[in-house]
């Protein structure tokens, strides 16, 4: 039987397109029965090993930063007031929340941490060793500080210029005592060179 030209044409291009559909079926098959969660893919999705001491080392960091803030906002509006040192009502109950709240929050997560016995700690010699552990002196700065700041507060409420730079100044030093029991106690030793050696607070993370 013979068939025409057009027919001929027609025919061999749907063979064709049979054909190349069946392999392009053949590849997509392929595809979907590759195996998934490869190695590589598992091995990417895994959680990076020995971090444990590092996570540690950054939440003492989110620690100094979330009290270091909250004081230091409230020093700089005190410093900025053109009314000696007085800030309006509103805005002095908003520092006291902000404070109170972010130091009891690092106080918490001092108490969670476990602490370690006391052991003498020499340090360049400025000092006399408290034999306190890392948390134990975290605890009694961030105290102080509480301290520092309501009177701080208080000041700011009577009004009395000179009182306000005092008592400024004291949470300055409190806010470093906070700083440095954290850094000697918490954090790993800096490696800037030329700068001193460091002490080490016992319980602190090594």
């Known amino acids: 039987m013979r068939i025409s030209r057009k027919a001929g044409l027609l025919i061999s291009a749907a063979a064709c397109g049979a054909l190349a559909l069946g392999t392009a079926g053949e590849a997509i098959a392929s595809m979907g029965d590759a195996p998934r969660g490869s190695e590589v893919t598992r091995a990417h999705r895994a959680p990076l090993p020995n971090t444990d001491a590092l996570k540690d080392q950054v939440k003492n960091l989110d620690d100094i930063a979330g009290v270091l803030k909250p004081v230091t906002d409230l020093i700089n509006d005190v410093l900025a007031a053109a009314d000696g040192g007085k800030l309006p009502a509103d805005l002095l109950s908003t520092h006291t929340t902000a404070i109170r709240n972010a130091i009891s929050a690092a ?24 034999g306190k552990a890392a948390a ?9 500080l509480q301290a ?11 009004g009395d210029p000179a009182t306000i730079t005092s008592a400024a100044a004291n949470s300055v030093t409190a806010l470093v005592n906070v700083i440095v029991s954290i850094t000697l106690g918490g954090l790993p030793a800096p490696d800037l060179p030329g700068l001193p050696t460091l002490p080490r607070l016992p319980g602190g993370i090594t």
């Open 107 to 130: 106080q918490q997560a001092s108490a969670a941490t476990p602490s370690t016995p006391s052991v003498s700690q020499p340090d360049n010699g400025s000092r006399s060793g408290t």
């Open 136 to 144: 134990d002196l975290r605890a009694d700065s961030l105290t102080g």
């Open 148 to 158: 520092k700041a309501d009177a701080l507060l208080n000041a700011i409420s009577a």
